[in-house]
Every structure is written in structure tokens, then in C-alpha cells.
């Protein structure tokens, strides 16, 4: 116990305190430096955010570096910045080249500008999601059908790129789809991952439209291999199908001035004029 009290005694006593403080400021270059670092530690996450964080520590210790040898003159202070200044330095040029490396088709960085972007996802995460589709858009030309009722299986899940798709059953109109919408959200929702279905609405181009397909069971394996991606598109799916139940609620009517509700089954309400 002694030995331990006396270990820590030199070590916090056994060095000379500071009688005296320097009266002048350090240069402006140690100021600079610290600057960078309080800026650079506010970057946030992703590749764009390392590569903000990086170039602005590597800024703040090659000027402690320069501090150092022109000011402090000190060789270990120097050695110290400079080997982190180079790690920072590598660290940059890794980053770069990995955001150089994922890069996408006009519609699909416009696809992850306009939808998985805002959600925090991360371009490598993306990339999985683009390669799982091909990283294929298929065309889809006005008044051709993506989807016939009663004939067409439901095998793949679609997303909206471009266009209006025009939905119906047995021939009267239930509502749109947009883009950044899912085709079939409703159909991937309602099957489980070993069933088949077939579609029981019709899906019309109303325009020449694009979208994204992922083959349900390619989708399926990349949700095993990745439950976020799995996570993420149970969330988005769910909104879609959400967005197309307020959508079809305000395209049903009842007679006498009455609208039903689907959302509550067991009530009316009156029809505002």
C-alpha cells in the first residue's frame, strides 16, 4: 500500500508546478490550430462528415506541427502533431476514394438524394440496395400495364421513379401512385416470404414512366444478410401503405352524401360539400 501511495505521490508531485505564467500570447498559428479543432470535432457522421472531420484535424495538427517547429522548437511536440497530421492525411485520401468508388446513375443519386438520404442511410448501405435491384430502371410506356388483375404474379417489389401509374379493379379507378411510391407495397405486405399471390388490382401507365424492381426472393436474402435494410424497408413499406389507404379512403363514397371510411369500418361520415 505504501509502495502504491509513494507511486502516485512522485507522480503528481514530483514535477515542477507552474510559478510563473508567460505574460504574451502563443503565435497566431497555435490559435489557428485550435480553431480547426474545435470546428472539425463538430462534423457529423457518414462519408461526407469523415471527410469534413479529417481535413479539418489534419488542418489543425499540421499547424501545431508548423507551431511546434518554429515556435515551441520542440522536436517530441512536433513528431507528435506531425505522425497525426499523416494519419488524418491517409484517412482522407481513404474516404475520398471510397465515396469515388460508390457512385450511381443520375436516377438513382437522385433516388437517394430524394429518399433514403433524408433517412440517414449511409451510400454503402445503398449500394447494397442498388446492386440487389441490378441497378437497373425499367421503362414502362404509357397505357402499358405493370400489373393485370387476376393474372399477373406477384413476384417482385417496385419503386416509382419517374411517371403516374393509374390503379384500378374491375375497371373503376381507386387512386394514383406517384413517384417515390412503391407499385405493389399492399401485395409485398400481405404475402409472406414462401407464398405466391397474384395481383388483384390493375396497374396503368398513365404516363411513360420508370421505376426499380427488386425479385422478391433476391430481396429476401439480402433482409437476411442485412436486418437494417430489412428494418428500412419494412418502415418505408408501411408508410407507403399508409399513404395509399388516405389516398383510396378519399376516393370512396357512399350514397345520400355519405363517405365510408376505411380506416373505421364501423363508421360513416357525412360528405363535406
Request: with cysteine; charged share 20%; glycine share 6%.
Amino acid at each position: 500500500m505504501g509502495e502504491n501511495a509513494s507511486f502516485w505521490e512522485s507522480l503528481i508531485y514530483a514535477h515542477p508546478t507552474c510559478t510563473t505564467w508567460k505574460q504574451e500570447a502563443e503565435g497566431s498559428i497555435y490559435h489557428l490550430a485550435s480553431i480547426l479543432f474545435v470546428v472539425g470535432f463538430m462534423g457529423g457522421s457518414g462519408f461526407f462528415g469523415l471527410l469534413y472531420v479529417f481535413s479539418l484535424l489534419g488542418l489543425g495538427f499540421l499547424c501545431s506541427s508548423v507551431w511546434a517547429w518554429l515556435d515551441v522548437c520542440a522536436a517530441d511536440i512536433f513528431s507528435w502533431n506531425f505522425i497525426l497530421f499523416a494519419i488524418c492525411f491517409v484517412q482522407f485520401i481513404y474516404v475520398t476514394y471510397q465515396v469515388r468508388s460508390v457512385s450511381f446513375d443520375r436516377e438513382f443519386q437522385e433516388l437517394y438524394s430524394s429518399l433514403f438520404q433524408p433517412l440517414g442511410i449511409s451510400l454503402t448501405v445503398y449500394r447494397k440496395i442498388v446492386l440487389c435491384c441490378d441497378a437497373e430502371v425499367v421503362t414502362l410506356e404509357k397505357e402499358h400495364c405493370y400489373a393485370m388483375q387476376g393474372k399477373t404474379p406477384i413476384d417482385k417489389l417496385s419503386l416509382l421513379v419517374s411517371g403516374r401509374i393509374r390503379v384500378t379493379v374491375d375497371g373503376e379507378f381507386l387512386h394514383y401512385i406517384f413517384p417515390l411510391q412503391f407499385l405493389d407495397s399492399p401485395e409485398w405486405d400481405s404475402l409472406r416470404p414462401t407464398e405466391e399471390g397474384i395481383f388483384q388490382v390493375t396497374l396503368t401507365a398513365e404516363t411513360d414512366c420508370r421505376y426499380v424492381a427488386w425479385r422478391r426472393k433476391k430481396l429476401y436474402l439480402l433482409f437476411a444478410k442485412h436486418r437494417f435494410i430489412s428494418r428500412l424497408f419494412s418502415i418505408l413499406i408501411g408508410r407507403d401503405i399508409a399513404e395509399k389507404l388516405y389516398a383510396l379512403n378519399d376516393r370512396v363514397h357512399m350514397g345520400k352524401g355519405f363517405r365510408y371510411d376505411i380506416r373505421l369500418p364501423n363508421f360513416y361520415h357525412v360528405a363535406l360539400p
